[in-house]
């Protein structure tokens, strides 16, 4: 009896609580951390389901019957980096990854009814530190010299190898350079600026500056990330007319960053205020067709055949002495009603045309084997059949 009163008083408590309610959380890269239930599976009959990204993680029904990443796909991206306290159904993340940023959604079970919890995780790579900068593989990211290009005789050098001169804007004039950056930096001859593109794990390390007044250090951290994350392009496919919305996997993007169509800049995150379309050419081909959330999420409306091609999120970070790009790239693919009708005509055309052929071939066939085992003879003058079975004389 005490026990079927706890399990109530347990049931008034978790119903008491909202249907959807959200935490945020924050860690460091390679850091572990836990998303709690506060709930025992011994004290009643709980179902707990963890999603991340609306993909099903893990699951356990009872005590000791918890199971992570039945698919293949959850596999690809936690390898074994999943664990379920087999109690209380509580889920850890070990070693995480930038790439484990996102919401993860907690869905209890009890009696036939459901409720969630969102956790909102933002896994940061490398150090918070004013001297250091950290960055993702593939990211771009630009060292702030502040010093005119045109008045100043500064290097920049990578552990004591030269990789640029600002005076006559020279990059890497010696094999060694070339060798390591291959055409990946470029020099602002304004600001003596220098910015690493396409960055990778081996460009981590101390950047330094020479000047007149004295030596700059940078100090760069780059972060890796799963092969399959690398370069990837989210595909979308459309039929003319419809909507289609572009979704990052980025949460909390900063300000200054901007939709890109073809290298035309279509929308620009600034915060509360909603800019589509500043430029002209924007104008002329979208013409107030699009639509910009708070997420950063970009919506186009009524799509046409046009609108397909490449579309860019470049994701600006400034922090003190650097600026980080990050690109999220995806493609559309608008298919034309026009289009649609050919294909579907030339489908009807195809099965009538092979309708067609089947019964002219069936027609031959008949035909064959009805004069299949004839003869021909001539009477009076007139070709005449005679059956196979008949039995022919002749007269001497």
């Not at 001859?189 to 500056?209: F, V």
Request: charge should be positive.
């Amino acid at each position: 009896m005490f026990g079927g009163i706890v399990t109530r008083l347990f049931i008034v408590l978790f119903y008491g609580l909202s249907s959807l309610a959200s935490d945020l959380l924050s860690v460091k890269e390679g850091q572990s951390f836990t998303l709690p239930t506060d709930v025992n599976l011994i004290q009643t009959d709980i179902r707990i389901k963890w999603y991340f990204n609306n993909m099903r993680i893990a699951q356990i029904n009872r005590v000791h019957d918890g199971k992570t990443c039945t698919d293949d796909l959850c596999k690809e991206r936690f390898s074994d980096r999943l664990k379920l306290d087999q109690q209380t159904g509580s889920l850890t993340i070990t070693n995480t990854r930038t790439t484990d940023s996102g919401d993860y959604k907690l869905m209890i079970t009890i009696y036939s009814s459901d409720r969630e919890h969102i956790f909102s995780v933002s896994v940061n790579c490398g150090s918070d530190a004013l001297d250091e900068v950290s960055v993702i593989k593939g990211d771009s990211v630009t060292l702030h010299a502040g010093v005119r290009a045109d008045q100043d005789r500064s290097v920049w050098y990578y552990n004591d190898i030269r990789i640029a001169q600002i005076s006559g804007g020279k990059i890497c004039t010696d094999d060694q350079c070339k060798v390591k950056f291959r055409d990946r930096l470029k020099l602002d001859h304004q600001t003596a600026s220098l910015t690493i593109m396409n960055i990778r794990e081996t460009d981590a390390g101390p950047y330094k500056l020479t000047k007149r007044d004295g030596d700059e250090i940078f100090s760069v951290i780059v972060c890796g990330v799963p092969g399959a994350q690398m370069n990837k392009v989210k595909k979308k496919s459309v039929k003319e007319g419809e909507s289609v919305t572009l979704d990052p996997d980025v949460i909390n993007i900063p300000n200054n960053s901007t939709w890109n169509f073809n290298e035309i800049v279509i929308a620009v995150i600034t915060g509360d205020l909603i800019n589509t379309c500043t430029g002209d050419p924007c104008k002329e081909k979208f013409q107030e067709r699009l639509s910009l959330h708070q997420t950063g999420s970009l919506t186009i409306v009524n799509t046409t055949a046009t609108d397909s091609g490449g579309y860019q999120l470049k994701i600006n970070e400034f922090r003190s002495r650097y600026r980080i790009e990050r690109i999220q790239r995806f493609n559309v693919t608008v298919t034309s009603s026009a289009a649609v009708t050919r294909v579907r005509f030339a489908g009807v055309a195809g099965a009538v045309l092979l309708f067609v052929s089947a019964v002219i071939i069936l027609i031959v066939q008949s035909r064959r084997k009805q004069d299949k085992g004839n003869y021909s003879a001539v009477k009076n003058g007139k070709p005449q059949s005679i059956p196979a079975e008949t039995v022919i004389t002749y007269k001497k």
